[in-house]
């Protein structure tokens, strides 16, 4: 077994830092103030009926907002349906990126996915190949 480097251990709050590190990143690389992303969530919430926060507002402020955006305060962190409109609305699913890395997994973009997709069918099709060659030579 191979001891971990410190700087390479994943914990909740790292996780939590991470998250609103990419949701900052990608508001960024939206083009979009951080009032019109928050324009943009609040109406793809709305459309879609679903409820940001857990207080009685029916839009989520731009005090909660700016919370969520904030790296350095991991005690106000949006809740999994929050975080899919946010990234539906911006147009990325990086804010996810280390929650799925945390549980092991990583995301791939459409390409890869493609890509992953055509390796599994040439290896079934590999596996085919041998598998009748086999029973060829049985003959």
């Excluded at 191979?2 to 690389?29: F, G, M």
């Excluded at 979009?32 to 940001?52: F, T």
């Excluded at 147009?91 to 549980?103: C, H, N, T």
Aim: proline share 4%; with cysteine; aromatic share 6%.
């Amino acid at each position: 077994m191979q001891q971990q480097n410190l700087w390479d251990l994943i914990t909740y709050n790292t996780v939590t830092r991470d998250v609103k590190l990419a949701l900052c990143r990608e508001v960024q690389a939206s083009g979009l103030s951080r009032e019109q992303a928050l324009d943009k969530v609040n109406a793809l919430a709305k459309a879609y009926g679903v409820r940001l926060t857990q207080g009685n507002g029916p839009e989520l402020s731009m005090e909660t907002w700016e919370k969520w955006l904030n790296p350095t305060d991991e005690t106000r962190v949006p809740s999994i349906k929050a975080l899919s409109v946010i990234c539906s609305a911006l147009g990325s699913m990086e804010p996810l990126r280390p929650i799925v890395k945390m549980a092991g997994g990583q995301l791939i973009d459409p390409t890869e996915a493609r890509l992953l997709a055509w390796a599994k069918a040439y290896k079934k099709a590999k596996s085919a190949r041998q598998e009748m060659k086999e029973l060829e030579n049985s003959l």
